[in-house]
């Protein structure tokens, strides 16, 4: 008998079909390297899936090396760091996300200190100058660039033998003040015109629990007695009215008086009996004509009632002629959706406003000089009289707000 032979079965890796070496490290194989097909790993029963090496990121590129062999950081390239995010090297080497924002503030950064470093070495520039020319420079540094002296002017004898008083009825409006008087004292010292600003404040005061109001004719009134001698004319003018055609004439008006905001030129009021804004006379003619009422407490109808004084003491009155420039004549600084005008009309005030008033004006007005001080408002010289009404409440029960 044949010896009974027993049949055996090779696995596919003993027969040499596969390979079965160890599988490499990842620190030996290469990086990245694909394993061949059908090739596996011991412990496993499935071939290792291709897309695991796939998916691994590529190696990074060294930095470009220049000539010297030091390595050339681009400060400006945007990389991707080991979280993914987009970074970028700042001479610090410190990383920072890129974006427009941190650009825009590193461009303001870099002007603040070009600004700082010019304003602190220009005094510094200025005084090596100096020392180079044999000069000693006592005393601080000054700022550089040195700020322009405010303009100046004296007057002179040659401008005229006539002086004027600037008389500018005001109560709480700083803000147009500050820029009136420089602008004025300017103004009419390119005109060569002798003058000098006073500032009438109503000094606001309560009486019984009551506040006095505005009273624009009575601190013209007030003014008109309390200025200088050295002026023989007035300039009855409104602190937000500011000239600005030259050609306008502040000179004395021997004639008459003379409407320099005349209707054609006022930005607001176009009727032609209108007087107010800013009228030019001389001390005999006011007198003339008693001044101006002392009736009326709030605002507007002041002028109005002036216009009959004017007409009744016989005098004419004169406007601007020749003048091109219309409603731009003038730059008007009130604001009256900011301040808003007083325009009650409180008891028999509403009837009275239109009656003439014969017996009252720079004969009978009542008042009293708080203080006097003198000032300069950007340069320009004015008088501040702090100036406190009295109010008859028998004559003219509106002069006062409950």
Same mark, same amino acid.
């Given at each position: 008998?044949?010896?009974?032979?027993?049949?055996?079965?090779?696995?596919?890796?003993?027969?040499?079909?596969?390979?079965?070496?160890?599988?490499? /490290?990842?620190?030996?194989?290469?990086?990245?390297?694909?394993?061949?097909?059908?090739?596996?790993?011991?412990?496993? /029963?499935?071939?290792?899936?291709?897309?695991?090496?796939?998916?691994?990121?590529?190696?990074?590129?060294?930095?470009?090396?220049?000539?010297?062999?030091?390595?050339?950081?681009?400060?400006?390239?945007?990389?991707?760091?080991?979280?993914?995010?987009?970074?970028?090297?700042?001479?610090?080497? #410190?990383?920072?996300?890129?974006?427009?924002?941190? #650009?825009?503030?590193?461009?303001?950064?870099?002007?603040?200190? &070009?600004?700082?470093?010019?304003?602190?070495?220009?005094?510094?520039?200025?005084?090596?100058?100096?020392?180079?020319?044999?000069?000693?420079?006592?005393?601080? /540094?000054?700022?550089?660039?040195?700020?322009?002296?405010?303009?100046?002017?004296?007057?002179?004898?040659?401008?005229?033998?006539?002086?004027?008083?600037?008389?500018?009825?005001?109560?709480?409006?700083?803000?147009?003040?500050?820029?009136?008087?420089?602008?004025?004292?300017?103004?009419?010292?390119?005109?060569?015109?002798?003058?000098?600003?006073?500032?009438?404040?109503?000094?606001?005061?309560?009486?019984?629990?009551?506040?006095?109001?505005?009273?624009?004719?009575? #601190?013209?009134?007030?003014?008109?007695?309390?200025?200088?001698?050295?002026?023989?004319?007035?300039?009855?003018?409104?602190?937000?009215?500011?000239?600005?055609?030259?050609?306008?004439?502040?000179?004395?008006?021997?004639?008459?008086?003379?409407?320099?905001?005349?209707?054609?030129?006022?930005?607001?009021?176009?009727?032609?009996?209108?007087?107010?804004?800013?009228?030019?006379? /001389?001390?005999?003619?006011?007198?003339?004509?008693?001044?101006?009422?002392?009736?009326?407490?709030?605002?507007?109808?002041? +002028?109005?009632?002036?216009?009959?004084?004017?007409?009744?003491?016989?005098?004419?009155?004169?406007?601007?002629?020749?003048?091109?420039?219309?409603?731009?004549?003038?730059?008007?600084?009130? +604001?009256?959706?900011?301040?808003? *005008?007083?325009?009650?009309?409180?008891?028999?005030?509403?009837?009275?406003?239109?009656?003439?008033?014969?017996?009252?004006?720079?004969?009978?007005?009542?008042? *009293?000089?708080?203080?006097?001080?003198? #000032?300069?408002?950007?340069?320009?010289?004015?008088?501040?009289?702090?100036?406190?009404?009295?109010?008859?409440?028998?004559?003219?029960?509106?002069?006062?707000? &409950?």
């Amino acid at each position: 008998m044949f010896p009974s032979r027993r049949k055996t079965t090779q696995l596919p890796w003993e027969d040499g079909r596969w390979d079965v070496s160890p599988c490499p /490290s990842p620190q030996s194989l290469p990086y990245p390297k694909k394993e061949p097909r059908g090739r596996i790993c011991r412990g496993s /029963s499935l071939p290792r899936p291709l897309g695991v090496l796939a998916s691994a990121p590529p190696p990074r590129k060294p930095p470009p090396q220049d000539k010297g062999g030091a390595t050339a950081v681009n400060l400006m390239t945007c990389e991707d760091d080991k979280h993914g995010h987009r970074s970028r090297l700042i001479p610090s080497g #410190l990383p920072r996300k890129c974006s427009v924002f941190h #650009l825009f503030v590193a461009c303001l950064l870099l002007g603040f200190l &070009s600004l700082l470093w010019l304003q602190l070495s220009c005094s510094g520039d200025v005084a090596r100058a100096a020392r180079g020319q044999g000069q000693e420079t006592p005393g601080p /540094s000054r700022a550089c660039p040195p700020e322009p002296p405010p303009e100046h002017w004296e007057e002179d004898e040659s401008w005229g033998p006539h002086r004027l008083a600037v008389l500018v009825p005001f109560r709480e409006r700083f803000e147009e003040l500050l820029v009136f008087v420089p602008h004025m004292h300017r103004f009419l010292s390119r005109k060569k015109i002798q003058h000098h600003i006073y500032v009438l404040n109503q000094v606001d005061h309560f009486s019984l629990g009551a506040l006095h109001r505005f009273n624009r004719a009575a #601190l013209i009134n007030a003014g008109f007695l309390e200025s200088s001698n050295s002026t023989d004319y007035i300039a009855m003018h409104d602190v937000d009215l500011l000239p600005l055609n030259e050609e306008l004439d502040y000179g004395f008006p021997e004639t008459g008086p003379f409407h320099v905001a005349s209707p054609e030129l006022h930005p607001l009021y176009h009727y032609k009996t209108y007087v107010g804004g800013i009228l030019l006379l /001389s001390k005999q003619h006011y007198q003339l004509c008693n001044g101006m009422s002392n009736r009326f407490w709030g605002w507007g109808r002041e +002028d109005d009632e002036f216009y009959r004084r004017i007409k009744g003491a016989g005098l004419q009155l004169f406007r601007p002629s020749g003048i091109t420039t219309g409603y731009k004549t003038f730059r008007h600084l009130h +604001d009256p959706a900011w301040r808003k *005008r007083d325009q009650k009309r409180i008891a028999a005030q509403k009837q009275e406003q239109f009656r003439v008033d014969r017996e009252g004006g720079l004969s009978t007005v009542k008042y *009293r000089v708080d203080s006097r001080t003198a #000032l300069s408002v950007g340069g320009a010289p004015c008088t501040v009289l702090n100036i406190m009404l009295d109010c008859d409440k028998a004559a003219t029960p509106w002069c006062t707000f &409950s």
